[in-house]
């Protein structure tokens, strides 16, 4: 009967959302290496069985995971990247402010993807190419702002690289292990870097 399949897959989603927020809990107490498919099987409290019926492996739980707040990490600094308004200093910060409460909520899980990227080619491909997406849009906002006379920068590709790397690592080393810095100090040190580099100058 429907009602019948409709409750199961209830059931089945039900018990791939524990697997997945028991993965996330147990990154929240050590790095990703040390958690094993039996740790987080438990925690969904399921068979290592079961787990497998739902994940190939750890790996594919992780891109899982990943992919849930990718989106996430892609739109958080629109109110820079796509409002473009007459006070991009004022809008950066906004916009780094909700990269930090990203970075906060979820950095031990974009540790852990940047950790397994290292020896894993499909895990290292997907932040590549979420990398890669926010270096493009950060390179054409400052274009933007070259053009309206807000900033002067001769490469805003190699200036959106650099900036971005730099971002990336002092966010994962803030949030991606405990102990954990103060959030307001994290945003206004990044927003000091980014508006000095590309506005203080103009």
Known sequence: MAVDRELRAQRLQAVRQRLLDGANGLLEQGAWP???????????????????????DRQELLLTLFGGIAAD??????????????????????????????????GRLLQAVRDAAVSDPEVAAAWERLSTGIV?????????????????VDDPAEMSRALTAMMENHLLRSF?????????????????????????GR
């Open 34 to 56: 040390e958690v094993t498919i039996e740790q987080i099987a438990a925690s969904a409290g399921v068979s290592r069985t079961v787990f497998y019926q739902h994940f190939a």
């Open 73 to 106: 990490l892609t739109h958080v600094a629109d109110d820079w990247m796509v409002m473009g308004g007459a006070d991009p200093s004022a809008e950066h910060g906004r916009s780094l402010r909700q990269l930090v409460g990203v970075f906060q909520r979820h």
């Open 136 to 152: 493009e849009e950060t390179t054409v906002a400052i274009e933007r702002d070259v053009a309206q006379g807000h900033t002067r």
């Open 176 to 200: 991606g292990r405990a102990p954990f810095p103060d959030p307001d100090a994290v945003a206004a040190t990044l927003t000091t870097v980014w508006v000095r580099t590309l506005y203080d």
